[in-house]
């Protein structure tokens, strides 16, 4: 009888301390802080085809005692979309964050971030980030690529024709159209349709831009290029100044631009020209002429110019030296004038 008491007591002693030990388990997790974790911190959705748009769902689970708000969810692009099941997370469950990649508009490799932020306290206001990896499988298409796009001609004289020079490259692995053209109509260009640029090639595009048929005031053009580039299928080219009065000048200079060419075949060097004229009823002087460059030589480096009379003033372009010392495919050079004004003092 001793006996069977004894363990009855004991069997009691085990129950009480079971429950202690259980209780203060249970009240220990659930006073914990909310701890955020994630399923995975990154993912890679491999190779995709293009316009393909792949999902992946995260686990984000709550491993604390605490309920774990989220308070936002965002991506570091809008080609990814992140969504979470709830914002608000019990302990020990968990919520689903589902990510969608649209490849739309893209090539190659991508990385992307998720962010999340919440109450966890290890993150101490921080946000969780979730990386996201993604390779665009590669089409046979047409790139283009513009070396500029917009313009700021400053202020500008009516009647003025300034020039604006850039290339279009194609560096896909199909032709590249250029199919239509939406131009200003005072606007010079040497593209004729349907241009037709092979891989790797380039075609340099001129517009002349002529302000004799634009009020005078503010300048607001755009010229729009469409090609079959199925990424950028419409490039806009910005052209924006203002146009003054034009002044009555009783010195000009014309061409305001001479073009000169590096290419073979040409003769060893390349000449330009300018004509400078004196409008006016006095004699104009021009001291000195430099060029900016040492491979831009002059045939004559002073003028003395009648009233209402003209010069030529002619530049040389050193080939053998210009090719040692340019490596871009076009650079500026300038010629700088000065010109003796004179005054008259009387007593």
């Not at 004729?192 to 503010?218: M, Q």
Request: glycine residues 4%; negative net charge; charged residues 30%.
């Amino acid at each position: 009888m001793k006996k069977n008491i004894a363990i009855i007591v004991f069997l009691v002693i085990i129950a009480i301390l079971s429950y202690i030990l259980i209780s203060d388990y249970i009240q220990s997790k659930y006073s914990q802080p909310p701890k955020l974790s994630i399923s995975e911190e990154e993912w890679d959705f491999g190779i995709v085809k293009s316009d393909e748009k792949p999902t992946h769902v995260f686990l984000v689970k709550n491993e604390g005692g605490e309920d774990l708000l989220i308070n936002r969810v965002r991506s570091s692009c809008g080609c990814l979309e992140a969504s979470i099941s709830s914002k608000k997370i019990s302990p020990g469950k968990p919520a689903e964050l589902k990510a969608t990649f649209d490849t739309t508009g893209y090539r190659g490799k991508i990385r992307k971030d998720i962010y999340i932020k919440s109450n966890n306290p290890e993150d101490k206001g921080t946000e969780k980030k979730i990386s996201v990896f993604i390779e665009i499988e590669h089409q046979i298409e047409p790139i283009i690529i513009v070396s500029q796009n917009e313009w700021n001609l400053g202020l500008i004289s009516q009647e003025e024709k300034p020039v604006l020079d850039f290339t279009i490259e194609n560096k896909g692995d199909e032709d590249l159209v250029i199919e239509k053209l939406d131009i200003y109509k005072h606007i010079i260009h040497n593209i004729k349709l349907p241009l037709i640029i092979s891989p790797g090639e380039k075609f340099k595009v001129t517009f002349v831009y002529d302000s004799s048929g634009h009020e005078l005031g503010e300048i607001r053009e755009a010229v729009i290029i469409f090609s079959n580039d199925p990424q950028k299928k419409s490039i806009p080219f910005l052209i924006h100044g203002y146009i003054k009065e034009k002044a009555k000048s009783a010195f000009s200079i014309y061409p305001v631009v001479a073009n000169l060419t590096l290419k073979s075949g040409s003769e060893m060097n390349t000449t330009g020209k300018f004509i400078l004229e004196n409008l006016s009823d006095e004699l104009v002087e021009i001291v000195s002429i430099k060029s900016s460059a040492d491979y831009l030589t002059l045939l004559k480096n002073d003028f003395s110019l009648k009233p209402k009379s003209e010069e030529n003033l002619q530049i040389m372009l050193q080939k053998d030296k210009a090719w040692q010392e340019i490596e871009e495919d076009q650079i500026k050079e300038y010629l700088y004038l000065t010109i003796a004004i004179p005054i008259n003092i009387s007593k």
